[in-house]
């Protein structure tokens, strides 16, 4: 990419890269000894959406829900499926953030990567539906 002008703002350079991402047009950029993919964040919350299957398992026993997330040490209960879950939610998020500063010590394998750019990428109301959407459900 060629270096900008003096009086050129280097974000010039990046916008005929976000108007092909916007378009659903592959867009990248050398970057180090690789590329950088810019891709529109709704479409590519989609894809992995359906790479992704939810780990959550929902138990429900004697007026009680419980959830856990395999192969997470993430799990929730109570009376209220809703509360249940927006627990869940949260602790994915934390999980996912904690994952990020882990990251720069070893590289996250393709799993991991997948499901915490899905956290990332996805509000509250997605990660309820994708979660809930593929659940294992077990009724007593």
Do not use: K
């Not at 790479?51 to 993430?74: K, Q, Y």
């Not at 904690?98 to 509000?123: C, K, M, N």
């Amino acid at each position: 990419m060629p270096e900008p002008d003096r009086g050129e703002s280097p974000a010039a350079h990046l916008e005929p890269l976000l108007d092909a991402a916007a378009a659903g047009i592959a867009a990248t950029s050398p970057f180090g000894a690789g590329r950088i993919a810019f891709v529109d964040a709704d479409r590519l919350r989609t894809a992995l959406a359906a790479l992704c299957p939810s780990p959550v398992e929902v138990t429900r026993e004697d007026n009680a829900w419980s959830v856990t997330v395999r192969g997470l040490p993430i799990a929730a209960e109570g009376a209220d499926i809703d509360a249940v879950i927006d627990e869940v939610i949260a602790a994915l998020r934390a999980q996912a953030g904690r994952q990020v500063d882990r990251f720069h010590d070893a590289p996250l394998h393709y799993g991991e990567w997948t499901l915490w750019q899905l956290i990332h990428l996805s509000s509250d109301a997605q990660l309820r539906e994708w979660s809930i959407g593929g659940a294992c459900v077990h009724l007593s």
